[in-house]
């Protein structure tokens, strides 16, 4: 199974910094991967897909970008109701495999 | 609007077997995947596998061996069968489109918390 490996983990931020989240796959998955934002008792919900491409509906300060085996998803600006949980899916083989998740809070 | 909606028990004995479902109104099953993924309380997410609306299978080979599921194309519903239960299948199990070209999971249900105990 490809592994997905996220970073941070976790980090603080404050209201309109730039964030910035990487997701690094064991192996080349051309441009098959996605981003979810999951926030508490909530399911995921979907932003980023073909790694750079922004789902319907979702805010333009979200990006994507990468392709085989790098991926970063940037917030430009961090508005109060993006503190949440963010993982990176790649749709590229199954198992699909998500990554560990990165928890981004409030400075 | 697609909506998906998990039921089933929230509380099974360890070595008995956990039954989910999900119901999809809003749109139909056919010509998409449906998936299940499960999150351990406090932790990551876990691809469980896949139903077509055929009826073909791709399940994580970490479950494979316990996993089935199946759709009812009549009732717009498919399902989840997870036999041999511990209590590291504790989890909230999510129900999922998956859409092609390109993939993505784009509708989910809520989850529900089934307990191992």
Do not use: H
């Not at chain 1, 979810?36 to 979702?58: D, F, H, M, T």
């Amino acid at each position: 199974a490809i592994q997905m490996t996220q970073s941070p983990s976790s980090l603080s931020a404050s209201v309109g910094d730039r964030v910035t989240i990487t997701c690094r796959a064991s192996q080349g998955i051309r441009n098959d991967l996605g981003w979810y934002q999951q926030k508490p008792g909530k399911a995921p919900k979907l932003l980023i897909y073909a790694a750079s491409r922004l789902q319907s509906g979702v805010p333009s300060r979200f990006s994507g970008s990468g392709s085989g085996t790098d991926f970063t998803l940037t917030i430009s600006s961090l508005q109060p109701e993006d503190f949440a949980t963010y993982y990176c899916l790649q749709d590229y083989s199954y198992p699909l495999t998500f990554g560990g998740g990165t928890r981004v809070e409030i400075k | 609007q697609v909506q998906l909606q998990e039921s089933g028990p929230g509380l099974v004995k360890p070595s008995e077997t956990l039954s989910l479902t999900c119901s999809v109104s809003g749109g139909s099953i056919s010509n998409y995947y449906w998936c299940w993924i499960r999150q351990p309380p406090g932790k990551g997410l876990e691809w469980i596998g896949y139903v077509y609306y055929r009826g073909t299978t791709n399940y994580n080979p970490s479950l494979q061996s316990r996993v089935t599921m199946s759709v009812d194309t009549s009732k717009n519903q498919f399902s989840l069968m997870l036999s041999s239960v511990t209590a590291a299948d504790t989890a909230v199990y999510y129900c999922a489109r998956r859409r092609t070209g390109p993939e993505a999971f784009d509708y989910w249900g809520q989850g529900t918390l089934v307990t191992v105990s």
